[in-house]
C-alpha cells in the first residue's frame, strides 16, 4: 500500500510531553512508509541533551524562533531564527537552548521513526502547550526510561550535556 497524503493543521496533535518539552507530532513513519518523521518541537531555556549519535537516521532543524547552542562533531553553531542544520548519520551531537524564551523547532529525521522514542520516553500532552509543573514524568523516571528505550532507536549517549 502507497502511503496517503497528510495534512497536518495547526494545533490538532497529537503531542507528546518528554523532556519539559512539547513534540508535536507532523507526520511519522508509520504515515510515510518509514521515509521520515516531523515534529514541531517547543523547548524551554536551559533544555539539554547529552553528547549522542543516531545510528539509524540522519537529522535536520529548522530553528523557527529562539537561540540554541548546536554541537556537531567537534563544531559548536549558535542557531537562531531561521538557521537551518543539517545533521548526517552518525554524527555526534548536543545542544542546549540559550535565552530566556523558549524555542520552537521544526524537526525532521531521515527515515522516520525517532519520534516513536519520545512517545515512548514521555507521556501523552493533554494540550498542546510545554507542560507544567506536575506534568510529564519526573526527571529521574525519565532518565531511567532513556536509557532503557534508546538503544532500541540506534541512540548512542556518549558524554554530558553543553555546560550551561
Not at 117 to 134: C, H, I, K, N, W
Amino acid at each position: 500500500m502507497s502511503p496517503s497524503v497528510v495534512v497536518h493543521r495547526t494545533g490538532q496533535g497529537p503531542g507528546t510531553w518528554a523532556m519539559g518539552s512539547l513534540f508535536e507530532h507532523l507526520v511519522g513513519a508509520q504515515q510515510t512508509d518509514g521515509l521520515l518523521g516531523m515534529s514541531l518541537v517547543t523547548q524551554p531555556p536551559g533544555t539539554a541533551t547529552p553528547l549522542h549519535r543516531h545510528t539509524a537516521e540522519a537529522e535536520a532543524l529548522f530553528v523557527l524562533e529562539g537561540r540554541v547552542d548546536y554541537r556537531a562533531g567537534e563544531e559548536l553553531h549558535e542557531l537562531a531564527d531561521g538557521d537551518f542544520l543539517y545533521l548526517p548519520l552518525g554524527v555526534p551531537h548536543a545542544f542546549r537552548i540559550r535565552g530566556q524564551r523558549p524555542a520552537r523547532l521544526l524537526s525532521l529525521t531521515v527515515p522516520g521513526g525517532l519520534m516513536g522514542l519520545y512517545d515512548e520516553v514521555g507521556v501523552p500532552a493533554s494540550e498542546l502547550r510545554l507542560p507544567g509543573p506536575g506534568e510529564g514524568r519526573p526527571v529521574p523516571q525519565e532518565i531511567g526510561r532513556w536509557n532503557e528505550v534508546g538503544p532500541r532507536y540506534g541512540l548512542e549517549v556518549l558524554g554530558p550535556p553543553l555546560p550551561e
